[in-house]
T-cell receptor, first 110, second 115 residues
Framework: EDKVVQSPLSLVVHEGDTVTLNCSYEVTNFRSLLWYKQEKKAPTFLFMLTSSGIEKKSGRLSSILDKKELFSILNITATQTGDSAIYLC??????????FGKGTTLSVSS | ETGVTQTPRHLVMGMTNKKSLKCEQHLGHNAMYWYKQSAKKPLELMFVYNFKEQTENNSVPSRFSPECPNSSHLFLHLHTLQPEDSALYLCASSQGGRGNTGELFFGEGSRLTVL
């Protein structure tokens, strides 16, 4: 049974579109929720969220966490071809390593 | 450059071979991890080492044998693998103990193909 569920699993958009990626998780000793971007090999860190309702922002990317409803979203505005990647969501529980979802594969066409 | 280096980047081996994957981190971290990434599956945690001690073994078959000689180096010894073991093997590191914020720093991965 998946503990971290991401949707959609894949998405194709045109440059300039805005996309919203979803991540829901089970809660057991919640510590944080993390987003990573994986372009070719090494996943690279985007955001860590620990508190509900506080938006984290980096350029055209932003993310927010809802600890009551157990989900997070990652928004990308004005998408570019360089945003094409797999976006991974991971749940950090106390006492264990990160548990990842299957990822959302985003393809941005020009 | 993430500060976590994995070698080899690509490996092809037969089912009777013995090989090893190597990971080295230059970030001063105390925890190191092996993850397996297969197509259409989530990243699967395999092993965790904190301060050189194995703290997690996620029901990994014994044909995978980890070794952590110090906090900067992690190996994954492979023997008598199966074709379904073909995957991208990712090493990661993080601050261990109370300094652990959860953020992992990943290497580029070793792409393994078992024939």
């Amino acid at each position: 049974e998946d503990k971290v569920v991401q949707s959609p699993l894949s998405l194709v958009v045109h440059e300039g579109d805005t996309v919203t990626l979803n991540c829901s998780y089970e809660v057991t000793n919640f510590r944080s929720l993390l987003w990573y971007k994986q372009e070719k090999k090494a996943p690279t860190f985007l955001f860590m969220l620990t508190s509900s309702g506080i938006e984290k922002k980096s350029g055209r990317l932003s993310s927010i966490l809802d600890k009551k409803e157990l989900f997070s979203i990652l928004n990308i505005t004005a998408t570019q071809t360089g945003d094409s990647a797999i976006y991974l969501c991971a749940h950090n529980q106390a006492g264990t390593a990160l548990i990842f979802g299957k990822g959302t594969t985003l393809s941005v066409s020009s | 450059e993430t500060g976590v280096t994995q070698t080899p980047r690509h490996l092809v081996m037969g089912m009777t071979n013995k090989k090893s994957l190597k990971c080295e981190q230059h970030l001063g971290h105390n925890a190191m991890y092996w993850y397996k990434q297969s197509a259409k599956k989530p990243l699967e945690l395999m092993f965790v080492y904190n301060f050189k001690e194995q703290t997690e073994n996620n029901s990994v078959p014994s044909r995978f044998s980890p070794e952590c000689p110090n906090s900067s180096h992690l190996f994954l010894h492979l023997h008598t693998l199966q074709p379904e073991d073909s995957a991208l093997y990712l090493c990661a590191s993080s601050q261990g103990g109370r300094g652990n914020t959860g953020e992992l720093f990943f290497g580029e991965g070793s792409r393994l193909t078992v024939l």
